[in-house]
């Protein structure tokens, strides 16, 4: 199992949300583009894994109404378009970061 961050900050101005790992390492997730990452059974088909979240549909200023911590692997996102049934888990964080620039 992946540690989760040493340290979280969604940065409104900036739209982003900010995430220190225990080693240091610190990575940066566009709000938009974190919330077309969820992988909730509302966004992705549960039987085939296809996206059925049109990413074109979320607003430019979605923003991050609450964040909690769902118990050692994951986050919860509140969104401002109403979303709230994903779970982001560390490792998923992790492998977006690492296949991307994040943003």
């Known amino acids: 199992m992946i540690s989760g961050p040493s340290d979280i900050k969604a940065i409104r101005k900036e739209r982003v949300l900010q995430l220190t790992w225990p080693e240091g390492q610190v990575t940066r997730y566009g709000f938009k583009r974190l919330r077309g ?5 509302g966004c992705i088909d549960e039987r ?9 549909t979320i607003p430019e200023d979605i923003e991050i109404r609450a964040l909690e911590l769902v118990g050692n692997y994951a986050i919860k996102i509140t969104w401002s378009d109403g979303h709230d049934t994903g779970l982001y888990a560390w490792d998923h964080l992790r492998r977006i970061a690492i296949n991307s620039d994040a943003h």
Request: proline share 0%.
């Open 37 to 41: 990452e969820c992988r909730c059974a």
């Open 48 to 56: 085939t894994g296809i996206r059925t979240l049109d990413v074109r």
